[in-house]
């Protein structure tokens, strides 16, 4: 298992050796530090904890910059942790680049997705619109029932509503590597990727490849 945190730069396309076109999401990945490792014995799991991109000192806590210090590391702004089943060949303040990857291999994306505000059933959960016919004035975008009226006598929890929409940890599964551009520290893979442009992405390997 292997992982890296990167910022997703945008969409393009790129063209084989065939000539088709591969629609990509390019992510600028690393380069990253690992600032922890975590152990069975003393943690109860095994883990890597990796920064990436250096920032002002007065832009972190005391307690974050006295954990970097203790590792001899910069002050770093994105810290995150990646579960692995062993941790043996990393070593605190070892760097870690999008080199670890190879064109071809099968990664899973993890990213927070765009914010929707507060969205209808339609939009949120993919429901059909009413009948406009037979007196539907303005219940065309609307729910409908939620529930029955004498038994049980009341919503039952988990009822598909409207509501807050975005916002949350979607994981992307099984996107193929197109591109690594070790130079410019550049990953492009096929698909879309969650999230916005510039948005934090940690990149692993896929878990079911």
Same mark, same amino acid.
């Given at each position: 298992m292997k992982g890296i945190l990167g910022k997703k730069v945008g969409m393009t396309q790129i063209f084989d050796d065939k000539g088709e076109v591969i629609p990509v999401t390019v992510i600028e990945a690393g380069p990253c530090f690992v600032t922890q490792k975590k152990t069975l014995e003393r943690d109860g799991y095994t883990a890597i904890q990796v920064g990436m991109q250096e920032a002002k000192p007065k832009h972190l806590t005391k307690g974050q910059l006295g954990h970097l210090e203790k590792a001899k590391l910069p002050p770093l702004r994105h810290l995150r942790e990646i579960r692995l089943s062993s941790v043996d060949e990393?070593?605190?303040g070892q760097r870690l680049t999008v080199a670890m990857f190879e064109s071809g291999e099968q990664v899973d994306i993890v990213g927070t997705s765009k914010g929707r %505000?507060?969205? %209808?059933? =339609?939009?949120r959960h993919g429901f059909k619109r009413?009948?406009?016919?037979? %007196?539907?004035?303005?219940?065309? &975008?609307?729910? %409908?029932? =939620?529930?029955? !009226? !004498?038994?049980?006598? &009341?919503?039952f929890k988990g009822t598909r509503m409207a509501g807050h929409m975005g916002v949350a940890r979607v994981t992307a599964q099984n996107l193929r590597v197109v591109l690594v551009d070790e130079e410019r520290n550049l990953l492009a893979v096929n698909g879309s990727v969650p999230g916005a442009n510039g948005g934090l992405v940690l990149i692993k390997q896929s878990r079911k490849s």
């Open positions: 990393y070593e605190v %505000g507060f969205a %209808g059933t =339609i939009k009413q009948p406009k016919t037979h %007196g539907q004035s303005d219940r065309e &975008r609307a729910p %409908g029932s =939620i529930g029955a !009226m !004498m038994s049980p006598s &009341r919503v």
